[in-house]
């Protein structure tokens, strides 16, 4: 996703997400609590912090591959 995309998503989720809190949570937890859940959502939309992991250790494998197809191949 482009940053434009996260900027629609994350803009678009709030909405939603204040909708559904009205309704249903804002009984149990004051309105501040969807600043926080929304701000939880905003940092895994726009830092995917498990896609990166996933691809660190891809990356890290072809390093050691290549590596150890170096050193059988001299």
């Known amino acids: ?3 434009g995309d996260k900027l629609t ?3 678009r ?4 997400l204040m909708l ?3 309704r249903f949570i804002e009984a149990y937890i004051p309105f501040w609590g ?6 939880i959502i905003v940092f ?8 990166r992991k996933q691809r660190r250790r891809e990356r890290g ?3 050691v ?3 150890s197809n170096d050193l059988a191949n001299p």
Do not use: T
């Open 34 to 39: 969807i600043w926080f859940v929304w701000a």
């Open 61 to 63: 494998m072809l390093k």
């Open 44 to 51: 895994i939309i726009f830092y995917q912090p498990f896609i």
């Open 65 to 67: 591959r290549r590596r």
């Open 13 to 16: 989720s709030l909405f939603i």
């Open 1 to 3: 996703m482009n940053i």
């Open 20 to 22: 559904i809190w009205l």
């Open 9 to 11: 998503w994350a803009y």
